[in-house]
């Protein structure tokens, strides 16, 4: 559960990263709008990867705390991604990301 999003996180950063700021820089990459789908799906698993936890609490108190440390760690992990590409979409003139 927590390797998937992470994974998922750790692909958009990637993403945004490198692709946005060559894009800003040469007009090549992604579209804005791109970026705001892979921001949208992510909200749409991190919903699922919080219930998933709060399920792991019912089957074993222990794994559940693993999956709330995950779905944790992946939110930090969010948060900086966010801001970076919410920088990256600056330069390149477009909304941040909600």
């Avoid at 791109?34 to 990867?49: L, P, T």
């Amino acid at each position: 559960m927590k390797y998937k999003s992470l994974g998922f996180l750790l692909a958009v950063g990637a993403l945004t990263s490198s692709h946005v700021s060559s894009a800003a820089m040469d007009g090549d990459g992604i579209t804005c709008n791109e970026i705001y789908q892979a921001f949208s799906a992510y909200e749409s698993d991190r919903q699922s990867a919080a219930a998933w936890a709060q399920l792991g609490t019912l089957i074993s108190p222990s794994a559940g705390n693993y999956a709330d440390m995950g779905v944790k760690t992946a939110a930090k992990y969010y948060d900086q991604i966010k801001a970076a590409t919410n920088i990256s979409l600056a330069v390149r003139g477009c909304q941040p990301v909600q």
